[in-house]
């Protein structure tokens, strides 16, 4: 099977997961009536600047693809969201940088945008993928083998996967800001959809 890239692998099953949990809306004429959206961090650096320390990320906003039916499907579909979703980070981050600087005179025009950002209506759902470079990594002389995430909590109505290869793991986390229960659910779809991944290989 081809995979598609990290974050693809992470939006898709995510697609999946809110497809078997909950469903997807649909008009009479078969189209979605209001597609989720999904934030997906983008990892701006370059060769050149691979030596900075600190992050430099952006995020851009997809339509999650819930209302595909197939888990390989889902997987072709994400790929096709993020071509040139790096350049498209970098407008976004450009915006960013300008908002900043307009921050700097009045501390409303961030956080005004932030409220939106943060708003389940205009990204319901978060996705990251971290890969652990450091092989040699030790807890207390233990060798590390697993890195669990703690994405961000968001507004209510919100849910965020979060996964970290460490190694040849690949440990998920789901925190939700939804109904009781929900990241439960939602983590065991995920465990769902890697089944069918599986027995479609």
Aim: proline share 6%; charged share 20%.
């Amino acid at each position: 099977m081809s995979c598609p890239a990290p974050a693809g692998r992470v939006l898709g099953w995510a697609a999946g997961a809110l497809r078997s949990t909950y469903g997807h809306t649909e008009t009479a004429d078969g189209r979605d009536a209001a597609q989720v959206q999904a934030s997906i961090p983008v990892d701006l650096r370059t060769r050149e600047t691979a030596h900075q320390p600190g992050n430099i990320v952006s995020a851009v906003r997809v339509p999650l693809p819930s209302q595909t039916s197939t888990p390989h499907a889902r997987l072709t579909v994400c790929r096709q969201l993020l071509t040139g979703v790096r350049s498209r980070g970098r407008e976004q981050h450009d915006v960013t940088r300008i908002v900043e600087a307009a921050n700097r005179m009045g501390p409303w025009v961030l956080d005004s945008l932030a409220v939106r950002g943060y708003s389940p209506a205009y990204a319901a759902v978060g996705t990251t993928e971290l890969k652990w470079r450091n092989r040699q990594s030790s807890l207390d002389h233990r060798p590390l083998l697993r890195i669990a995430a703690l994405p961000p909590l968001h507004r209510p109505g919100t849910v965020n996967f979060g996964a970290v290869t460490c190694g040849r793991t690949v440990t998920l986390t789901v925190v939700s800001h939804a109904e009781r229960g929900a990241a439960r659910r939602l983590a065991d779809a995920v465990g769902h959809e890697l089944e069918l991944l599986a027995a479609q290989a």
